[in-house]
């Protein structure tokens, strides 16, 4: 490099790949070499010295939290293992507490300049360096100093990043430095820090974090054949492109609201050739596919850190996503964690999940789930409510701020999560913990006590369930009887369409076991947020602009005969010389609860035929869920035998608010007049009917809300298990005269905060309602 050339020139030397590959050949042969760690150390700062011309070579790494010159060339060599720099102290302290390069014409002009006499540096003026970075955390520093006043060249430094990622890999296998170290002088990373959410699945647990995408280890960092590495990213990139593809085209992950603009984000990425190409620099420069993802990862972290854009940053994270999952394709380490099989205490830590996601978990394991999105209906949440497993949702950053293994307690009922919890934060969960098992002792007492209400309405208190493992809790918790059966769940658990006999015996069981009490088989609810990845193409919600409302639940059932006529025949089978409930969701129209029906009576027909048992009695309702359906009820009640107003779509609806749409999770209130003056609605016109009405939405399993609906002349609800004790306790503390009084009050002249007048009322009243 020519001495005399200006600051700032345009770069004129070889290409980065060329410089960082003379230095990795060099390097090749250290790391092969028999030699010691501090042997090799000292070797390679020789090579980096005399390839980048400079003469001085340094390598600091973090030792017992301070930054140790270990190695150099050109300083003086009584310093080596003397100069320690704190983090954030001098230019080297200053490149690992930010984790990012400097490169200085001048180093003793920046004001982080420190100097330190038993080094020598005085005679150097330029200063370039860069962090040895590893799992994101600064292990150490990298640098070079060159007697004349001059900057590094870009090639220079990137040679030089090249080169710290080649280091960082040595430096591990040689047990160099004490990678708690890294993680204790990261402020984010260290340290008891409290994170705020919204409380999604109320619960108190106590675990380890595990990242539902794990991050991948890197075993090898120099290539051994340049080309096929090349080819091995040249195929992941083909295939991430095509993931990507297949996430739009899923109802999972929506077509509006967030995951849409996240997913834009991604497509703008996976196709931006500027990454291809860095990639592929890095390749060239000798490092191996998965290093050369890594590497121009890191530098983008740098130079990201310097924009100050929350925005940005936002994208940033979609960018982490992203290389992560195209290191995940080229080392072939796909699956999620739960394929890894999980720790015991796992606090599962995600950006978001899908509820088939979330069930392929084992649940005993699992103690709970951090998400940075998440909404109360969206269908991981119902799924988590249902496994008992606590939700903190909408934790900005989450994966940011901690690593795998880190201690957590959850307190989703205080909506927070304490990471690393100190001893008095911890002794502190413990005693609630244990208040809060006291609590759940009182409600399990009241298992076999049956919730009259103070002036002696009995209240019908059932349970919703989906799978095989939920109908213990019917003994448990001494609900009524099961109000809503999820038939789709075993349809989300299974990697291809249920056979029928399948569905069978699962009917089977869940009717063995619930013995004298009632089950109410919901047929199958796909499309929207349940999206089955065998149903592909137009019998799936795939290119829709809006899944939600589009052909998904009985729209869907009824084109897919068979698979409805599959269903019918399962239900009718297992419930062969008993009484079958069956519930049709979605219906927006009187005809559509016929069609469903007409089905059945098919398959009856068809069994009688054979001769088969047939239930005893067949009781047919349907879900009132879209708005549309309450101006038809007069139309529609003589064929019911009951209705269950299903308030998670229901609400959407009214309120055209996507339930899975994490910005509007705390928009609108299940307790606005809106909603309950509709349902008073819905109460009136079924009166002159002999129907059975229900409320197996979300709503009705929160204490605060059930009183509501029971003032509205509610008297079933279908909830999730764990509020079945809670919601026996406050109907024993009500009188029902008196909050229908009051709710009459309330909704014919409505009170600004309709939810602050009911805890009032509660107070009052001494009832829990939280
Ligand atoms: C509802 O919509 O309220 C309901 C109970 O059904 P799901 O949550 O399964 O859509
Ligand atoms: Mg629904």
Known sequence: MPASQPPNAPPTGPSPAIAARTILT????????????????????????ESLDSEVCSIYL???????????????????????????????????????????????????????????????????GVPIVRKERAVGALTVQHVDPRRYEEVEIEA?????????????????????????????????????GLPLVKGLARGFAVFHQPRISIEQVVAEDTEAERQRVYLAFDKMREQIETMTNQAEFGVDGEHAEVLKTYKMFAYDEGWARRINEAIDSGLTAEAAIERVQQRTRMRMRQIDDPLLADRMHDL?????????????QIGTAAALGLRQDTILIARNL????????????????????????????IVARAMGVPVLGRVHGVRGMMREGDEILL??????????????????????????RERQAGYAALRDVEPFSRDGERITVMMNAGLRDDIPMLGMTGADGIGLFRTEFQFLVSAALPQRDRQTRLYRDVLDTAGQKPVIFRTVDVGGDKSLPYLRGDENSGDEENPAMGWRALRLALAREGLMKAQARALLEAAGGRTLNVMFPMVSEPWEFDAAKAVFEQQIAFLKDRRKTLPEQIRYGAMLEVPALAEMLDVLAPKLSFLSIGTNDLTQFLFAADRSNPRLAERYDWLSPAILRFMRRVVQSLAPYRVDLTVCGEMGGRRLEALALIG???????????????????????????????????????????????????????????
């Open 411 to 436: 307190d989703a009922d205080q909506a927070v999560a304490n990471v690393r919890p100190t001893p008095v934060l911890t002794e502190a969960f413990e005693a609630r913990s244990l208040r809060n």
């Open 62 to 128: 973090l030792r017992e939290g301070m930054l140790e010159l270990f190695a150099t060339r050109g300083l003086n060599e009584e310093a080596v293992h003397v100069t320690r720099l704190a983090i954030g102290e001098g230019l080297v302290g200053t490149i690992a507490k930010n984790v990012e390069m400097l490169n200085l014409a001048e180093a003793a002009a920046h004001p982080d300049f420190l100097y330190r006499p038993e080094t020598g540096e005085e005679r150097f003026h330029s200063f370039a």
């Open 320 to 332: 982490e996503d992203l290389a992560n999952r195209l290191l995940r394709i080229v080392s072939g």
């Open 712 to 770: 509205l002349g509610i008297r079933r609800l279908s909830i999730t298990p764990a509020s079945v004790g809670p919601l026996k306790e406050l109907v024993r503390k009500v009188d029902t005269r008196e909050i229908s009084a009051a709710m009459e009050q309330w909704l014919a002249e409505p009170v600004t905060d309709l939810r602050g007048a009911l805890i009032a009322w509660a107070e009052e009243r001494g009832i829990d309602w939280d």
């Open 26 to 49: 060099g390097l090749h042969e250290v790391m092969a070499s028999r030699h010691n760690a501090q042997a090799k150390l000292n070797h390679v700062v020789e090579i980096i010295g």
């Open 160 to 196: 030089l990043q090249t080169v710290a990622m080649v280091l960082s890999e040595l430096i591990a296998n040689a047990d160099l430095i004490d990678e708690q170290d890294a993680f204790l002088t990261n402020p984010q990373l260290s340290g008891q820090q409290q994170l705020k």
């Open 354 to 381: 899908g509820p088939a996601e979330l069930l392929e978990y084992d649940r005993r394991r699992l103690k709970g789930v951090v998400m940075e999105e998440g909404s109360l209906t969206s269908h991981v949440v």
